[in-house]
């Protein structure tokens, strides 16, 4: 566990913050060789990286394997040994040149198949953001229709408590008497006020 922190604040601290901070000063300088050495050991350490993750999984067991990560990275930094240098131009620069073709085409492939991906889930999205709005408005409405029968039936029982005028028709539904009787009672209090005056 010890070597393990130890191991990950040294590709902290000189595998990374300090190669950072030496890239800035190279572009700040404009010193074309600095710049090429920086960037050719930012190509190996992501390929360092990319395959720390898999024998961080897999070899973790081995005895001394955190003490071996930091030797490399201290080789790869050293400017004796220059080994981020002597490993980019006898295996990365040439097998990257003999497969840059097929590296760029697979890319342009891959971001095609992800902009049609991202365009196919996106209607879905949107399909299902439509279908679920519609679900709910369909439900309010259903709702609002339940509020509105409940006030009518509270209306309707407030009425029936009213007194039942014997003159009115009986075969009406309830909510068409509801509906006619104020009615009345406004034309004969309309024409009861006519007589008065």
């Known amino acids: 566990m010890v070597s393990w922190i130890i191991s990950r604040l040294v590709v902290l601290v000189f595998g990374t913050l300090y190669p950072a901070y030496s890239s800035y000063k190279a572009v700040k300088s404009k010193d074309v060789k600095e710049y090429v050495k920086w960037m050719m050991y930012w190509i190996i350490f992501a390929l360092f990286t990319t395959v720390e993750v898999f024998t961080d999984m ?28 002597v490993l980019y131009r006898k295996f990365v620069h040439p097998t990257l040149s003999s497969k840059e073709k097929d590296i760029d085409e697979y890319i342009c492939q891959a971001k095609d198949k992800s902009y049609d991906t991202l365009v196919h889930f996106g209607r879905k999205g949107l399909n299902v953001a439509a279908t679920a709005a519609v679900m709910a408005a369909t439900k309010g409405q259903g709702v609002l229709s339940d509020r509105l029968r409940s ?3 509270q209306d309707l029982s407030s009425y029936q408590s009213d007194p039942v005028d014997s003159s009115s028709d009986t075969t009406q539904p309830a909510a068409a008497q509801h509906r006619t009787r104020p009615m009345m009672r406004s034309k004969s209090e309309s024409y009861n006020k006519g007589e008065e005056t």
């Open 151 to 153: 006030f009518s039936m």
């Open 58 to 85: 897999f070899l973790c067991w081995l005895p001394f394997y955190y003490e071996l990560k930091i030797a490399f990275v201290v080789w790869l930094l050293s400017p004796y040994t220059k080994g981020s240098s």
